[in-house]
């Protein structure tokens, strides 16, 4: 393993990414501890790599920070706990998602003025409770244990409306109705913002590469593209780690005037793989990478999402961008209010 250079490492991960939005990034990685770990899952990589590991190699999702797990409303009346973002998944030791986790405990918990020894003891716990569902379900059968699904247990003093939103209604928030009475999507300052200028190239590209993406559907997903018109795209720069790739966000209108989203993502090399392979070569990250990026993590989301999304595809544009697009879903991060069960 090479010499570790943190500034090196950062800037390497930086490089390809749109220079006019990376002061965003640095400025929301200044603003905590927590968001300068979020942007940092090369760092980690990095170090994990160059630790003696037990080897026993997993999927991992490359980025298991608590607030990649998150609830969610997948249909109006059914309420899912699972990770939220695949970009970095790599096949990896096992114990490298769980040391992100545990690492991530204690940060969040420094940051909200909870005591060391407490923010330990909560760490423990994590892994403690890891270790129960290994135990209690290793012997199970593959098909057994892949089909388990996470549910969340909830307080009786819990407002479920208030607390958890399903998509459209979140969706037709985030939009505004223009002078042709067609729905279009808000522009929030630093997050969501269209293109300049309008209509212009990239812009197209995206709209070409909906005609790729659609081939790489399930059936069942294929079908409800075919019913969906494209109302609106919008440029989106949202999360911490992300800042600086590319990022959209697509309003359709379905069927029977339903309004649904989707966010499209540009997909390069994951950390796990640059560390695990110590590619510190720039190359593929300069130009995007390759199309298996975003399939990997399209083939990931199916491996370890216990609920899948029809609208997961992937592809490139004429631009030779990778990209990965999913259903935009929303969640609401609050542990407080409920207990993770798995059955």
Same mark, same amino acid.
């Given at each position: 393993?090479?010499?570790?250079?943190?500034?090196?490492?950062?800037?390497?991960?930086?490089?390809?990414?749109?220079?006019?939005?990376?002061?965003?990034?640095?400025? &929301?990685? #200044?603003?905590?501890?927590?968001? +300068?770990?979020?942007? /940092?899952? !090369?760092?980690?990589? %990095?170090?994990?790599? *160059?630790?003696?590991?037990?080897?026993?190699?997993?999927?991992?999702?490359?980025?298991?920070?608590?607030?990649?797990?998150?609830?969610?409303?997948?249909?109006?009346?059914?309420?899912?706990?699972?990770?939220?973002?695949?970009?970095?998944?790599?096949?990896?030791?096992?114990?490298?998602?769980?040391?992100?986790?545990?690492?991530?405990?204690?940060?969040?918990?420094?940051?909200?003025?909870?005591?060391?020894?407490?923010?330990?003891?909560?760490?423990?716990?994590?892994?403690?409770?890891?270790?129960?569902?290994?135990?209690?379900?290793?012997?199970?059968?593959?098909?057994?244990? &892949?089909? #388990?699904?996470?549910?969340?247990? +909830?307080?009786?003093? /819990?407002? !479920?409306?208030?607390? %958890?939103?399903?998509? *459209?209604?979140?969706?037709?928030?985030?939009?505004?109705?223009?002078?042709?009475?067609?729905?279009?999507?808000?522009?929030?300052?630093?997050?969501?913002?269209?293109?300049?200028?309008?209509?212009?190239?990239?812009?197209?590209?995206?709209?070409?590469?909906?005609?790729?993406?659609?081939?790489?559907?399930?059936?069942?997903?294929?079908?409800?593209?075919?019913?969906?018109?494209?109302?609106?795209?919008?440029?989106?720069?949202?999360?911490?780690?992300?800042?600086?790739?590319?990022?959209?966000?697509?309003?359709?209108?379905?069927?029977?005037?339903?309004?649904?989203?989707?966010?499209?993502?540009?997909?390069?090399?994951?950390?796990?793989?640059?560390?695990?392979?110590?590619?510190?070569?720039?190359?593929?990250?300069?130009?995007?990478?390759?199309?298996?990026?975003?399939?990997?993590?399209?083939?990931?989301?199916?491996?370890?999402?216990?609920?899948?999304?029809?609208?997961?595809?992937?592809?490139?544009?004429?631009?030779?961008?990778?990209?990965?697009?999913?259903?935009?879903?929303?969640?609401?991060?609050?542990?407080?209010?409920?207990?993770?069960?798995?059955?």
């Amino acid at each position: 393993m090479a010499e570790r250079d943190l500034i090196s490492l950062i800037k390497f991960n930086e490089s390809g990414r749109d220079e006019n939005i990376l002061p965003l990034r640095h400025k &929301k990685m #200044k603003e905590s501890l927590f968001n +300068f770990l979020r942007g /940092t899952a !090369l760092v980690q990589a %990095f170090d994990l790599a *160059s630790e003696t590991s037990s080897n026993v190699i997993v999927q991992c999702s490359g980025d298991a920070h608590i607030l990649n797990f998150a609830g969610y409303l997948l249909t109006p009346d059914n309420y899912f706990f699972d990770i939220t973002d695949l970009d970095e998944t790599y096949p990896a030791p096992f114990e490298w998602d769980l040391k992100r986790l545990a690492l991530s405990i204690v940060v969040a918990g420094r940051e909200n003025g909870i005591k060391h020894s407490d923010n330990i003891e909560n760490v423990e716990i994590a892994v403690s409770k890891y270790r129960d569902w290994i135990i209690k379900n290793y012997k199970n059968t593959f098909i057994e244990n &892949k089909y #388990k699904m996470v549910t969340l247990d +909830f307080s009786e003093k /819990t407002d !479920l409306k208030k607390e %958890f939103k399903f998509e *459209s209604d979140v969706v037709l928030k985030m939009t505004v109705l223009d002078d042709n009475n067609s729905y279009k999507i808000k522009n929030i300052e630093d997050e969501i913002f269209h293109f300049t200028p309008p209509d212009s190239q990239e812009e197209k590209n995206i709209v070409k590469y909906f005609d790729v993406y659609k081939n790489t559907l399930s059936p069942d997903g294929k079908h409800a593209f075919e019913k969906m018109n494209l109302m609106d795209i919008a440029v989106k720069q949202t999360g911490v780690g992300s800042i600086g790739l590319k990022k959209y966000m697509a309003l359709f209108k379905i069927y029977d005037g339903d309004l649904i989203a989707l966010e499209i993502k540009q997909e390069r090399e994951s950390s796990l793989e640059i560390a695990l392979n110590e590619n510190l070569d720039s190359t593929q990250l300069q130009n995007g990478g390759n199309e298996n990026n975003a399939n990997r993590v399209f083939c990931a989301e199916k491996i370890l999402r216990s609920a899948n999304d029809i609208f997961a595809g992937w592809g490139s544009t004429e631009s030779n961008l990778v990209l990965y697009t999913r259903r935009f879903i929303y969640n609401k991060v609050t542990f407080s209010i409920y207990k993770v069960t798995f059955f």
